[in-house]
C-alpha cells in the first residue's frame, strides 16, 4: 500500500510499504479517506522532534483522520464494514490507574497516530486501530469535516476544562485551527466577549468573520494595553494556542485575580519562563491541555447538529502525491493556509 513517509527534515517520499492487517481482536481496518495536517506534524517535519519525541526516520506523520471501515475483528461491536468513521488517534490501555480515573489522554501506556515510537501515522492507504478509536460519522457528513473533528475536540475539551465559560471574557492567542475551535466552543457555550490575537493579519481577519469581538496582531500593536482599554478588569479565562513564550507573558497580563490560563498550543522549545510574583499574586491558576479526553463524540454530534461549523477553517486540499507541497505551504504560512487536508483515498 501507498504511504507518505517523513525520511529526513523537510523531506517526505512516498513509498510503498507492506499491508496493514488485523492482530487483535477489537482492531477495525479504516481505509484512510481524508488525512489533515497538524502544527504537530510541521514540528517534526522541521525539526525532527518534539521534546524528548525524536523522529528514527523514516516516519510516517499524520493523526487527524477520518475512512471507511474495510474489515473488523471477531471482538468488534461498536462499528461495522461500511461504516464512515472519524478517528481518535489516542490508544489508550483502560486498565491502568490513569484510564480508570477517567484520563485515557494520560494513560501509563498511551499510543499515539504519527508519534515517534508509538504508532505509524495515517498518511497512508489503510490504518488499523482499535475500535475504542473509532466514532461513527453520518452519511450527511463529509470527511473532510468529520478529520476536522480532532482537533475541534482538543478545543472542546480545553473549554470544558476549565470549568463554565458561559458569560465570562475570553482570550485566545494564537488564531490557528486549534485557536478557532476554542473559539467556537466559547461560543457555542454563551461565552461573554472574546478576544483573539495572531502574528498574522488573515488569521485575525478570518476570527473576526466568524465570531470574535475584537482581533489583534501583537507584531502590530500592544495587544495587553488594547485589551485593557475594553477590559479593565481584564479577562476570565485566557487559551494560549500558538506555544510562544511571548503568548505566555501576554496571558499573565491579561488575567484578572483568580483567572485561568489554559496552555493547549505545542511549542518548539522546551521550557517556558513566567513572571512568578505576577501569577501569585493574582493567583492564575495555570492548566495544561493534553489532547481531546473522549470529546470525540460530543464533538461529532454538536458538528453533525450544526451547533459547531468548523468548515471555514479548511482553506486547502491536496492529494497524497502532493503531501510535499502541503506541507512546505502549511509550514511556510503561505497561501492564507489554515487547516490543509490530503486526500489519500
Sequence with gaps: MKAARLVDRKKIEICDIPPVSLRNETDVLVKVGVAGICGSDIHYYENGNIGEQVISFPQILGHEMSGTVVAVASGVNRVSPGDRVAIDPAVSCFSCD???????????????????????????????????????????????????????????????????????????????????????????????????????????????????SWTGNPNSIDVVSEIGKHEPL?????????????????????????????????????????????????????????????????VIDAVASGNLDPGFMITHRFQLEEISRAFSIVSGYRENVVKAMIAIA
Design 98 to 212: 490513569q484510564c480508570k480515573a477517567g484520563r485515557p489522554h494520560t494513560c501509563r501506556s498511551l499510543k499515539f497516530l504519527g508519534c515517534p515510537g508509538q504508532l505509524e501515522g495515517c498518511y497512508t492507504e489503510y490504518v488499523v486501530m482499535p475500535q475504542e478509536s473509532c466514532y461513527p460519522v453520518p452519511d450527511s457528513m463529509p470527511l473532510e469535516i468529520a478529520t476536522i473533528c480532532e482537533p475541534l475536540s482538543i478545543g472542546y475539551y480545553a473549554v470544558q476544562s476549565v470549568g463554565d465559560v458561559t458569560g465570562r471574557n475570553i482570550g485566545i492567542l494564537g488564531a490557528g485551527p486549534i485557536g478557532l475551535s476554542v473559539m467556537l466552543v466559547c461560543l457555542m457555550k454563551g461565552a461573554g466577549r472574546t478576544y483573539v490575537t495572531d502574528l498574522l493579519d488573515y488569521r485575525c481577519d478570518i476570527a473576526r468573520k466568524h465570531g470574535a
Design 234 to 298: 481584564q479577562l476570565d479565562f485566557v487559551f494560549e494556542c500558538c506555544g510562544k513564550q511571548e503568548a505566555l507573558e501576554q496571558a499573565l497580563l491579561l488575567l484578572k485575580p483568580g483567572g485561568t490560563l489554559a496552555v493547549i498550543g505545542i511549542p518548539g522549545f522546551s521550557h517556558y519562563r513566567f513572571q512568578a510574583d505576577m501569577a501569585r499574586r493574582k493567583e492564575i491558576c495555570i492548566r495544561n491541555i493534553r489532547r481531546q479526553n473522549e470529546c470525540t463524540g460530543i
